[in-house]
């Protein structure tokens, strides 16, 4: 009979490698939020309004617990009081829809602005820490041409992501974007925040040489929906001159006019 080592456990026998095992606690909340989605997931056309009886049986829970995530999604504002959507779910429905507009709506009114600017005419929406671009109309002649990558993040100190956070209600949204600022950059980028609601108009500092850009806000229904913004060299866009003046101001026609035709 063989004896291990003392101090040394005996060789384990081989079998198959298994990853880290995710601790239950890790566990418990995304397995509550995919059974939440999953119960959301029953509403459809024949399907309006849910019962626990109905959840339990298509899902496999007993009643107890289908009772029990449908007064959770209820009091999150998922569900309406009579198990239909509810009005958190509208207002997730009512974004994709204005956005899906944005979208459909935006390209016409970017082309001209472009062609009749000479500068390239950008639209973004806010990500997580920045506005990501989302559509891009460049003139149609110039000898020079400036553009942005469809799907750029841009940095926080650019001017469409100042229009898209300056006119957040969540304070927290500010703060994450600003997160990675010190103290005295995220005090410096407030106060342009404070500049931009007041005029409703954002110029990047982002101090590279020759380049330019300004955005304004697309309102609709009083809240922002994207910023469109002017990119170009700083002969053809600043801030003294009138020509440059006459651009901002058709920047802020086209927005305002795209924002009316959204809000209907």
Do not use: C
């Not at 397995?31 to 309006?48: G, H, K, M, P, Y």
């Not at 460049?138 to 750029?152: A, S």
């Not at 956070?165 to 342009?192: K, N």
């Not at 110029?203 to 170009?232: C, E, K, N």
């Amino acid at each position: 009979m063989s004896v291990a080592p003392i101090g040394r456990r005996p060789p384990a026998t081989a079998g198959p490698r298994r990853g880290p095992v995710e601790p239950e606690a890790d566990r418990t909340p995304i397995q509550a939020i995919e059974r939440a989605a999953n119960v959301l997931s029953l509403l459809d056309q024949d399907t309006r309004t849910l019962t626990a009886s109905l959840v339990a049986e298509r899902l496999g829970l007993n009643r107890t617990t289908a009772h029990r995530y449908l007064q959770a999604l209820q009091r999150a504002g998922f569900l309406s009081s009579t198990a239909g959507p509810g009005p958190l779910l509208d207002q997730l429905s009512a974004l994709v829809s204005v956005r899906q507009q944005v979208l459909t709506l935006a390209p016409a009114v970017m082309r001209q602005l472009s062609d009749s600017t000479g500068l390239t005419t950008v639209l973004s929406f806010l990500g997580r820490t920045g506005a990501v671009v989302t559509l891009v109309e460049e003139p149609q002649q110039g000898t020079i041409l400036l553009t942005v990558r469809v799907g750029t993040v841009l940095e926080t100190k650019a001017a469409q992501t100042r229009v898209l956070l300056a006119f957040r209600s969540d304070p927290a949204v500010v703060t994450r974007a600003h997160a990675g600022l010190s103290a005295a950059e995220a005090a410096e980028e407030r106060a342009a925040l404070q500049r931009v609601r007041q005029h409703r108009v954002a110029w990047a500092d982002l101090h590279r040489a020759g380049l330019a850009s300004v955005a304004v806000p697309v309102f609709a229904t009083y809240d922002v929906q994207a910023a469109m913004a002017l990119i170009g060299t700083t002969t053809m866009l600043n801030r003294s001159d009138q020509t440059s003046a006459e651009r901002v101001q058709a920047l802020q026609d086209a927005a305002a006019g795209l924002g009316s035709v959204l809000a209907g």
